[in-house]
């Protein structure tokens, strides 16, 4: 058996497009695949860009808000799952602290395998 970290203290302080958030890495392979923990403090974001590859954004603790496309902003909370296409703008924002796990490859398909949550 062996331990790993992937808490907010080994993590990378991220300040990309306006962001303020620490990622801590937990996958990278080499078909590509990468998934990290993202660690938001109070008033945190990851900044409005555009996703690379599609992208599903796991709402692990703590709450924030989300926005695609368009000015439109959707509350997130524990539990909650945001997938971004590729190559769709997107950010996630926070006023009391936000942890969520983020997973990105271009075999992304969550339809097919988690159930959409009905007041979005």
Known sequence: MEFY?????????IRKFDSDFVMSRII????PVHIGCMHLEANGCIGYHQAVTPQLLLILKGEGWVRGETDERYIV???????WKKDEWHET?????LTAIVIESEELSPASYMKSKDNI
């Open 28 to 31: 990278n392979t080499d078909k």
């Open 5 to 13: 970290r992937f808490d907010k203290g080994v993590g990378r302080n």
């Open 77 to 83: 909370k524990s539990g909650d799952a945001v997938f």
């Open 93 to 97: 924002i926070t006023d009391k602290g």
